[in-house]
Every structure is written in C-alpha cells, then in structure tokens.
C-alpha cells in the first residue's frame, strides 16, 4: 500500500479533528427562541417582514415575542401566526416597568387584551420580591392561571421562588436563568419546582470563550425538558446580533449529547407551545 503524503495525510487530519469537535456531518439544529421584544423603536428600524427575514436567517424557526407596547408583538404575530409566539408585556411604556406591579391602569391594559385570545403567556416583566403579592401581580397570576398562560420573569431567584410558592399552578418561564444566578443555583430551584422552566438569553458564562462550562452541562443533563434559549432584543442594535448570539448558540449545543442539544435548541419549546 502506498503512504499518504504528507499535504493528503494533513487534510484528512484536519477533517477528523472537525468531526471530533463538532459531531459527524453535524447541522445546526433549528432554533425556537424564547425571548424577542419588537417595541416601538425596533418596529421604527425594521418592517415586520425585515425583522422575520432577520430571525430566520439566524436559523431561529419560532420564537416567543413580547413588546412594549404590546402592538410590535401583534405586528409579527400577523404576519406570521404559525412563526411567532406572543407574549402580553404589561408595558405600555418603559415607564410600566417599575409600576405595574400597582397600577390599575396596567391591569386594565392586560384584561383588555387578553380578550383578544392569541396570547400564549404574560411577560416579560421585572418585579422585586417585595412585589411578588402586589395586587396587579396577583391578578395577573390568576389570569394565568385561568388561562393557561406561562408568566415571563425577569427576576431573581428569591423573587421567582416567591412567585412559585405564591403561585404554585402557575407556569414560570425564568428569563435570562436569573441573569446572575449560577448553575448550580438554577439546578436547585429546578429540582424543587416543577413549574419552572428556565431561558438562556444573555447567558454567556454558559460557554466562555466557545467551550460548554461544566456546571452548565451538569444541569442541562440533570434536566434536559426544562431549558430554551434566547436572545433578548431588548434594545434596537441587538436585532443585528441574533445571527452572532445564535452561532454562539450552536456552538455550544454541538458539545451535548444529540438529544439534549435537540431539546434545548427547539423541542422543548415546540412542546410547550404547539402551534394552533
């Protein structure tokens, strides 16, 4: 048999070395993400087709969208009903997100548009834990309940203990897993709340510099059902980034095991949320 040469024998290497890293012949996995706003000042930058043409070239299939107000939402969920999946924010204006959890107009402004039966949760909203028995938040907690919506918190995790404890049939979607909250933190809360479920967005201690942290890993296996990732266009600039932040995405999903990363990246969320 004759030997390889030297260029020949370093190409083949070269392709093993991938196949190692990245599984063989590995796709990137389609993308359900759980948190995208379309406010005001993104629906001014970008049509609705634009801002859809953006999501799905970033490989994201159906994502959940709330917006401030909430007719950036309606805007998408129009033209594409079976793409996007739509959150009621209980901002009318930025200057909702610290007193909602009071304010008889904010609950006015939710009842109101629940009438309109497309809404698949509430949030995402921001709350202190001293305003997790708020009367607007009760409320809120029971239109949830009574209609089978998730509620979207931007909180901490002795806030979102104190929603599943108050709230215990409710379904919590955790945004950004806490922001600060470690793994093993987010493991915990998991394990003791099975109405709990948990999106990565801006998460990017989950893999420093490219490689899946091992705290992570340890608690995506442990509960593999419970977690979607995410983007958070929460400012204008970040619609550009959704193609970034979903490589970044993919890149650490290809070090899980095929199944988990299949569940992460866009079964659970499909699970959660069938289309209608």
Same mark, same amino acid.
Do not use: C
């Given at each position: 048999?004759?030997? !390889? ?7 083949? !290497? ?22 995208? %706003? ?7 930058? #970008? ?29 998408? #969920? ?12 209980? #901002? ?33 909203? %921001? ?26 918190? %931007? ?11 108050? #709230? ?98 866009? !079964? ?9």
């Amino acid at each position: 048999m004759r030997s !390889l040469r030297p260029r020949t024998l370093g190409v083949l !290497l070269g392709a093993l070395a991938s196949l190692v890293a990245g599984g063989a012949g590995a796709a990137d996995l389609p993308i359900f993400d759980a948190h995208i %706003h379309y406010s005001r000042a993104d629906w001014d930058a #970008y049509t609705p087709e634009r801002a859809l043409s953006m999501l799905a070239r970033a490989g994201v299939r159906r994502a959940i969208v709330s917006s401030t107000p909430d007719d950036g939402t309606l805007k998408l #969920y129009e033209k594409s009903p079976a793409g996007i999946v739509p959150f009621l924010r209980p #901002y009318r204006t930025p200057a909702d997100l610290s007193a909602w959890p009071r304010s008889a107009e904010v609950q006015a402004y939710v009842e109101q548009r629940l009438q309109r039966g497309v809404y698949r949760g509430i949030g995402e909203f %921001h709350l202190s834990a001293g305003d997790a028995d708020a009367p607007v938040v009760r409320r809120v907690a029971e239109l949830a309940k009574t209609g089978d919506l998730f509620l979207h918190a %931007h909180v901490g995790e002795e806030t979102v203990e104190k929603l599943l404890t108050l #709230y215990p049939e409710v379904r919590i979607l955790w945004a950004h897993a806490g922001m600060s909250s470690s793994a093993a933190t987010v493991g915990r809360v998991l394990d003791r709340y099975p109405k709990l479920w948990v999106e990565l967005a801006l998460r990017g201690d989950v893999a420093p510099g490219g490689t899946l942290a091992a705290d992570w890993r340890e608690v995506f296996l442990r509960h593999p059902e419970r977690f979607l990732v995410g983007t958070d266009t929460w400012v204008t600039p970040r619609w550009e980034q959704i193609r970034e932040s979903m490589r970044a995405v993919q890149d650490w999903l290809a070090q899980l095991p095929a199944e988990v990363a299949e569940r992460i990246a866009y !079964l659970n969320g499909e699970r959660l949320f069938p289309s209608r």
